[in-house]
């Protein structure tokens, strides 16, 4: 097992790297001379512009400036964003949490939800509860969920009032940031109504985005758990005479649920590119609405290390949720 | 038939499986004693219903199945009456089963010592520490040396014979007064399979409980059990004691099953007879005996109306459903060698 | 696992029958078929069908509701626009962009996935971990993500966003082609064609390609609904087709801010989406369950 966590860590090295090529070269194709883009309208004269070139080091090979960038990387250093002229990793250090509380929140609702509907659906197979469970899921799945925000919107904040339309806080409250996460700072403050109108702020984002891993979630359990009742060991349990409910929770969820934390793991990709919809929708103040600002008024070092950041954090979970698996399932922990 | 003070009696018990195309039925008026201390087997080929009837009796038929009629009294409880939770208190402790493939019927994502202490905390609401104890006493008495390292293991690290040994300290764990085996060693290796029979025998013996031996190799059949149920296609054919199997089968089915055994086809030289066709697929509805069709004695009356399991002779205790029992004299016996 | 029908014996089906009959039998799936092939049909003849061209404005029909609400106008069955364009035939327009550019994306992808897996699965050594660990870095950078950088690098357009969705979703189709190479190419049929003097590309479509196309067809199926919702999503955030192009995306994102006054502006062209990505997910699913060898009957 520590060889087999080892050699899972070193896998990581190569692709992180990758990634990295990958930014790097893919902005080098971007259209327009940085250089310009960092002087500004006013443009610069020739000599200027040598001196920024050699200040920049655009002036030697390419594969040195890759190094340097690497290194660069490595030192954590991902550049300035030309807009705001703040490092790259200190403003995503700032919009984080935001993405995070709210990616959090949507992931617990998702397998709060999922989980038992899934196991709902298999227990009570081919009846209503499980063909419902199983439409409900579909749609979800099928769902461009910024159309899906927009519908939340027009039904609960236009026609109904009940909920807030954007941001994380009502701007009459004056919350100090502790830890970035609203629900706590709120509870830190002691502001009971700072926090509920934090909660009421979250909710609608996060129903949007905890929508495509809810339905991805629902049908992996599904579909896991009816193999896993067709099991020997589940006629076993029921022999021992144990009672339903310890037979499904217990001896089938707990196989069942195996594959269903890979697919949980696997969503925080798509919890990225939700959260760069539903961000922007909600006027959400994190790191996919940063992103998608940045692509907009082309601050290309924001691109190229929001996504850097991005994808190094999908490594990350990816890895955890390897190392999860071997956790849970003894018969691949054995090998060698 | 039924008798009351008998372990478990069976009466008349009937499954139907329900499809898309109909229903069609596994089991048809299975009816079957078991008194303490005996071993009953039941010997039919895959699909004779031999699983179902053991499944039957312990609750355990699921959808599509469904027991459409029959009794299956257990020390004179009717256990089909009682609610589903009621039944399962007898379940794993008085009543208990163990399976063909060992290493799938354990659960992997458990040890094999959780899932034994499980049934003991379950049943006997043992404490932890005393199940572990009683648990590793449980593993050598079923002959496992290291029952320690057995007891942390997970089903995957142990070979298919150790697993069914963990399937039987599972099932004698609160010492029940029967015990079904459903083809408890077909999956094993052959000298993996004696052991296991004489493990089971030992412990039958031991511990005085009953036992139902479910298998398709008739020559299992007399190193473990009393009593033998021939089944075909969903019915009991023949009920007799071991003693008077091989000497004189009163049905043709019994007879040709015989015929087909290596140990007792005595003359050299000569092929051993198989029974020819094949059994009615599930769901085929068959009017007469459900043998006629590759009966070599199969007669008009046959085809046409269906014989019960009567007793073959006014004083035999032996029954055979069979219009035309082969008479138990040598003509037609198989013979013991 | 041939594809040849034997001669003498007309009663045996081809693998490819068998399938159709079991799919035939998933009326879901079927459903799933049958809108699809409505859709298409229907963006087909868009020109035929549509009252009115797709940017023509009527200046005295500003946000008309559709037919069912109070004040709705003869002659625009689900209200106008904000420019007073016809609703109805915007989104048969954008039928085609959608629905093309789909089939476009997946043909793309699934081309240029299967010849890298392909390569990846018949070389081996360094030219497969190269491919695997591109791929690699590829499927860890979020799908929009990835394709709003693609995009934002050549420029939003709608053949752009194209691109850029067609290079998202070629991870998949070069995984599966490589994975089905290598479990097919120790296969006792594929030795006796290579015994036969069969190599190289060759082998790949004469041989092998038939044999590994059950799951490509079931990626291409889900990919599709991918494209599309990608397609629709980059064309939402300005990425994608720029106004006034019909595309379902599109007409979302500029009708936005009319969500309160003429909700309608919003909820048709979403409709459209989730209705398109539904069908085919629906087709994808029965397909899957056809073509899968394990889940027989």
């Known amino acids: 097992m520590p060889q087999l966590l080892l050699r899972r860590l070193l896998l990581v090295i190569p692709t992180f790297i990758g990634i990295v090529a990958l930014t790097f070269f893919l902005i080098r194709l971007a259209p327009g001379d940085p250089i310009l883009l960092i002087a500004g309208e006013h443009g610069v004269s020739a000599e200027r512009y040598a001196e920024l070139q050699h200040q920049l080091g655009f002036d030697r090979p390419i594969f040195i400036q890759f190094a340097d960038y690497l290194w660069q990387v490595l030192n954590g250093n991902l550049g300035i964003s030309v807009v705001t002229q703040t490092p790259v990793l200190e403003e995503f250090g700032k919009l984080f949490p935001a993405t995070l509380e709210l990616a959090i929140l949507a992931i617990i609702l998702a397998v709060v939800i999922a989980i038992p509907a899934g196991v709902l659906a298999a227990v009570k197979r081919n009846t209503l509860i499980d063909h419902s469970i199983t439409a409900i899921s579909l749609v979800g799945y099928s769902m461009p969920i910024f159309w899906w925000a927009l519908l939340l919107i027009l039904l609960f904040s236009v026609n109904l009032g009940w909920m807030p339309v954007a941001g994380r806080l009502n701007f009459i409250y004056d919350i100090d940031s502790v830890t970035g996460f609203m629900l706590i700072d709120t509870l830190i403050a002691g502001d009971r109504e700072a926090f509920i109108d934090a909660l009421y702020h979250l909710t609608l984002p996060a129903v949007v985005l905890a929508t495509i891993p809810l339905a991805v979630i629902t049908r992996m359990t599904r579909s896991s758990m009816l193999e896993v009742l067709k099991q020997d060991y589940i006629r076993t349990a029921r022999a021992k005479g144990m009672s339903e409910t310890s037979v499904i929770f217990k001896h089938a969820l707990r196989n069942a649920l195996i594959p269903v934390i890979t697919v949980i793991g696997l969503q925080t990709s798509i919890l990225m590119t939700g959260a760069i919809l539903t961000e922007t929708i909600f006027s959400w103040p994190g790191i996919g609405k940063w992103l998608l600002e940045a692509v907009y008024r082309r601050d290309y070092p924001v691109v190229q290390g929001g996504v850097l950041l991005i994808a190094g954090l999908v490594i990350l979970v990816n890895m955890a949720v390897d190392v999860l698996y071997l956790v849970i399932n003894p018969s691949l922990r054995q090998q060698k | 038939m039924a008798n009351r003070d008998c372990l478990l009696a069976v009466e008349c018990l009937s499954v139907d499986f329900e499809t898309r195309r109909g229903s069609h039925t596994a089991i048809e008026s299975v009816c079957l004693d078991v008194h303490a201390g005996e071993t009953v087997a039941i010997v039919g080929e895959s699909g004779s219903g031999k699983s179902v009837t053991s499944l039957a009796i312990m609750g355990l038929i699921r959808k599509p199945g469904v027991i459409r009629s029959g009794k299956v009294n257990f020390n004179g409880m009717d256990l089909l009456a009682l609610s589903s939770c009621q039944r399962r208190q007898y379940l794993g402790r008085d009543i208990t089963m163990i399976f063909q493939e060992p290493t799938v019927s354990l659960n992997p994502s458990f040890t094999v010592g959780y899932q034994i202490s499980e049934v003991l905390k379950l049943h006997l609401k043992m404490k932890r520490t005393e199940c572990r104890k009683r648990a590793l006493e449980l593993l050598h008495e079923v002959g496992i040396s290291d029952s320690l390292r057995c007891f942390k293991s997970y089903p995957h690290q142990l070979s298919g014979g150790m697993n069914q040994r963990v399937m039987i300290a599972m099932a004698i764990s609160c010492k029940p007064s029967l015990l079904i085996a459903d083809e408890p060693t077909t999956a094993l290796d052959v000298t993996v399979q004696a052991q296991t029979l004489a493990l089971l025998r030992q412990l039958q013996k031991n511990n005085g409980m009953g036992m139902i031996f479910i298998t398709h190799d008739l020559s299992l059949v007399p190193d473990i059990a009393h009593r033998v149920l021939v089944m075909y296609a969903g019915q009991i054919v023949e009920n007799c004691s071991i003693d008077v199997l091989f000497t004189g089968p009163l049905h043709p089915y019994t007879e040709a099953l015989l015929k087909s055994l290596p140990a007792h086809h005595d003359k050299q030289g000569e092929r051993l007879s198989t029974i020819t066709g094949t059994p009615p697929r599930a769901g085929e509805t068959i009017t007469g005996c459900h043998f006629h069709g590759r009966c070599s004695y199969a007669r008009e009356r046959c085809k046409e109306s269906a014989p019960k399991l009567i007793a073959a002779l006014p004083d035999d205790p032996r029954l055979v459903r069979c219009f035309y029992p082969l008479a138990a004299n040598s003509k037609t016996s198989a013979g013991r060698p | ?297």
Request: aromatic share 8%.
């Open chain 3, 1 to 297: 696992m041939s594809n040849a029908t034997s001669v003498e014996d007309v009663d045996v089906l081809t693998p490819w029958q068998e399938n159709w009959y079991k799919l035939r039998a998933n009326k879901i799936a079927i459903a799933g078929l049958i809108v699809l092939m409505m859709l298409i049909t229907s963006a087909i003849f868009a020109p035929l069908i549509a009252s009115h061209a797709p940017n023509e404005q009527f200046i005295d029909s500003l946000l008309a509701p559709p037919f069912w609400s109070e004040g709705s106008k003869a002659g625009f069955v689900l209200g106008t626009d904000d420019l007073g364009r016809d609703m109805l035939s915007r989104l048969l327009y954008g039928a085609r962009y959608s629905l093309f550019l789909g089939f476009a994306i997946v043909l793309i992808s699934l081309v240029t996935g299967v010849a890298i897996g392909a390569l990846a699965g018949m070389k081996q050594g360094i030219t497969e971990t190269v491919i695997l660990r591109l791929m690699d870095i590829m499927l860890a950078i979020p799908a929009i993500l990835l394709a709003i950088v693609i995009v934002a690098i050549l420029g939003a357009s709608l053949f752009n966003a194209a691109m850029a969705v067609s290079i998202v979703l070629l991870p998949h189709f070069v995984r599966i082609t490589r994975a089905a190479v290598i479990s097919e190419i120790n296969k006792d049929y594929v030795l006796a064609s290579r015994l036969d003097g069969t190599r190289g590309w060759k082998l790949l479509f004469r041989t092998l390609l038939p044999n590994i196309s059950a799951p490509l067809i079931v990626q291409a199926t889900l990919s599709f609904s991918n494209a599309i919702l990608d397609i629709a999503a980059l064309g939402f955030l300005g990425l994608g087709a720029q106004p006034p192009t019909p595309e379902w995306g599109t007409l979302l994102s500029t009708s936005r801010e009319f969500i309160e006054t003429a909700p309608w502006t919003v909820t048709l062209p979403g409709l459209a989406i989730l209705i398109t990505v539904l069908a085919s997910n629906l087709l994808g699913d029965g397909l899957r369950d056809a073509l899968d060898p394990r889940i027989d009957q």
